[in-house]
């Protein structure tokens, strides 16, 4: 993965400030590998878009690639010789907000690998947290991963810092996960996922009885985030999506992430084959359909094996397996119909609503304008009592070709993109 001369420059910026104040003073063997991509660079700042028309910039910091676990799918796992690298929860601290007094970055992500107790890697988590909040009274975002295995009140203390609260489960139950994380325990992960919740959870009650936000301590109000590696294992995307729907159906997950699995050189997995990203994509679709889209999990059509199909998007499989519920009329149809349209959202159901009243909709280029993919949506409307496109030519349109990931030759990687979720 290259990067750009102007990251570089930051980074390097950034580096400098984690090793020490004073000038000419070299890093502490600790970090002299810390620019090295070949040891997951642990700074990275990414730009998002919470929201449409909103952006907001993340530090993404990892604050070890040490690791004592030896998960088989990890680039960082123990056993895989790789520069280590290391900041101190002050190093940090010092980074991020250089990085953020110079306009690069508005919140922080904090990820890192376990190397010894979990407890005390969390005792770092929290320092961190604290010295930004308590010390340098930043009010900003900031999400950080949960090391599982800290005590109750660890996982308090850090959720009371937190915007927001991820935890790594990998796997969606505890069988899969023994084969590719042997030390790792789905049953811990999930308790203290609980811990999480039940914290959030009360935080929102109390903010919605009218107790006014704390900006230093948010309790974790902003959700959690779950995440699954996809393929390491043979678990398919119906029991994944199985255990993503039953742990959000207990409030406070915000949403999922899935990373594609990809064989990492010198790990136990080495040979097996990558996971197509298209697959990861069908299940961000899924998922934003159960969140979004008032979709129920038994609604989701799966292929035999259990799996999301590759060649069409999960909204687009529910429609073509449902042709008694379409077409759908534009001038009567109630928002939640529409939404059930491929290439209507949300926002174009509720502009097609208010759109309607007047006389504007008339044809497909007119639907376009309010925001509806017409080439997904056209084989599923009529407009007028006038059908504008047959259902088949939804299926015909081939949107990706699947096979072309699927039956890509072996590449192995020296890191994944998994490292920062
Ligand atoms: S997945 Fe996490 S715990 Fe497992 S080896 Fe990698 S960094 Fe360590």
């Given at each position: 993965?290259?990067?750009?001369?102007?990251?570089?420059?930051?980074?390097?910026?950034?580096?400098?400030?984690?090793?020490?104040?004073?000038?000419?003073?070299?890093?502490?063997?600790?970090?002299?590998?810390?620019?090295?991509?070949?040891?997951?660079?642990?700074?990275?700042?990414?730009?998002?878009?919470?929201?449409?028309?909103?952006?907001?910039?993340?530090?993404?910091?990892?604050?070890?690639?040490?690791?004592?676990?030896?998960?088989?799918?990890?680039?960082?796992?123990?056993?895989?010789n790789i520069p280590r690298t290391l900041l101190k929860p002050e190093e940090l601290v010092r980074i991020f907000l250089g990085a953020r007094q110079r306009g690069w970055c508005e919140g922080l992500f904090v990820t890192t690998g376990i190397p010894g107790r979990p407890v005390k890697v969390m005792d770092d988590l929290i320092t961190a947290l604290e010295l930004l909040r308590e010390r340098h009274?930043?009010?900003?975002?900031?999400?950080?991963?949960?090391?599982?295995?800290?005590?109750?009140?660890?996982?308090?203390?850090?959720?009371?810092?937190?915007?927001?609260?991820?935890?790594?489960?990998?796997?969606?139950?505890?069988?899969?996960?023994?084969?590719?994380?042997?030390?790792?325990?789905?049953?811990?992960?999930?308790?203290?996922?609980?811990?999480?919740?039940?914290?959030?959870?009360?935080?929102?009650?109390?903010?919605?009885?009218?107790?006014?936000?704390?900006?230093?301590?948010?309790?974790?109000?902003?959700?959690?985030?779950?995440?699954?590696?996809?393929?390491?294992?043979?678990?398919?995307?119906?029991?994944?999506?199985?255990?993503?729907?039953?742990?959000?159906?207990?409030?406070?997950?915000?949403?999922?992430?899935?990373?594609?699995?990809?064989?990492?050189?010198?790990?136990?997995?080495?040979?097996?084959?990558?996971?197509?990203?298209?697959?990861?994509?069908?299940?961000?679709?899924?998922?934003?359909?159960?969140?979004?889209?008032?979709?129920?999990?038994?609604?989701?059509?799966?292929?035999?094996?259990?799996?999301?199909?590759?060649?069409?998007?999960?909204?687009?499989?529910?429609?073509?397996?449902?042709?008694?519920?379409?077409?759908?009329?534009?001038?009567?149809?109630?928002?939640?119909?529409?939404?059930?349209?491929?290439?209507?959202?949300?926002?174009?159901?509720?502009?097609?609503?208010?759109e309607r009243r007047g006389t504007s909709l008339r044809t497909l280029a007119d639907l376009r304008k309010i925001g509806v993919v017409t080439t997904r949506a056209a084989g599923f409307l009529t407009l007028g009592g006038r059908r504008l496109q047959t259902s088949r030519w939804t299926?015909?349109?081939?949107?990706?070709?699947?096979?072309?990931?699927?039956?890509?030759?072996?590449?192995?990687?020296?890191?994944?993109?998994?490292?920062?979720?």
């Amino acid at each position: 993965m290259s990067r750009s001369p102007e990251l570089e420059r930051k980074l390097a910026i950034l580096m400098s400030l984690a090793a020490d104040d004073r000038e000419g003073v070299p890093p502490p063997p600790r970090l002299r590998y810390a620019a090295d991509v070949g040891a997951l660079g642990p700074i990275n700042i990414r730009h998002l878009r919470p929201a449409p028309g909103m952006r907001m910039s993340l530090l993404r910091i990892l604050m070890t690639n040490a690791c004592s676990y030896n998960c088989h799918y990890c680039p960082m796992r123990r056993d895989r010789n790789i520069p280590r690298t290391l900041l101190k929860p002050e190093e940090l601290v010092r980074i991020f907000l250089g990085a953020r007094q110079r306009g690069w970055c508005e919140g922080l992500f904090v990820t890192t690998g376990i190397p010894g107790r979990p407890v005390k890697v969390m005792d770092d988590l929290i320092t961190a947290l604290e010295l930004l909040r308590e010390r340098h009274r930043f009010g900003g975002y900031i999400h950080v991963k949960l090391v599982p295995g800290g005590e109750p009140s660890q996982i308090e203390r850090l959720t009371q810092l937190a915007s927001r609260v991820s935890v790594n489960l990998e796997a969606p139950c505890g069988a899969s996960l023994a084969q590719i994380a042997p030390e790792k325990s789905f049953g811990t992960t999930v308790s203290d996922l609980e811990l999480v919740r039940a914290q959030l959870l009360g935080e929102r009650a109390e903010r919605a009885a009218g107790r006014p936000r704390d900006a230093l301590h948010p309790g974790g109000a902003s959700g959690m985030t779950i995440q699954f590696v996809v393929g390491a294992t043979t678990d398919t995307d119906r029991s994944i999506l199985d255990t993503v729907s039953r742990l959000s159906a207990g409030g406070g997950i915000h949403h999922a992430h899935f990373s594609a699995f990809r064989p990492i050189a010198d790990t136990p997995l080495q040979g097996a084959p990558a996971t197509p990203a298209l697959r990861e994509h069908r299940l961000y679709q899924a998922d934003h359909l159960l969140r979004g889209y008032g979709f129920g999990p038994e609604e989701v059509v799966f292929e035999p094996g259990g799996n999301l199909p590759l060649a069409l998007d999960p909204k687009s499989a529910w429609a073509l397996a449902h042709p008694e519920r379409f077409p759908v009329e534009i001038g009567k149809a109630s928002p939640e119909e529409l939404m059930r349209v491929p290439g209507i959202g949300p926002v174009s159901a509720r502009r097609i609503a208010v759109e309607r009243r007047g006389t504007s909709l008339r044809t497909l280029a007119d639907l376009r304008k309010i925001g509806v993919v017409t080439t997904r949506a056209a084989g599923f409307l009529t407009l007028g009592g006038r059908r504008l496109q047959t259902s088949r030519w939804t299926q015909q349109l081939g949107f990706w070709g699947p096979e072309e990931e699927v039956g890509a030759h072996h590449m192995v990687y020296q890191v994944s993109p998994g490292t920062f979720r």
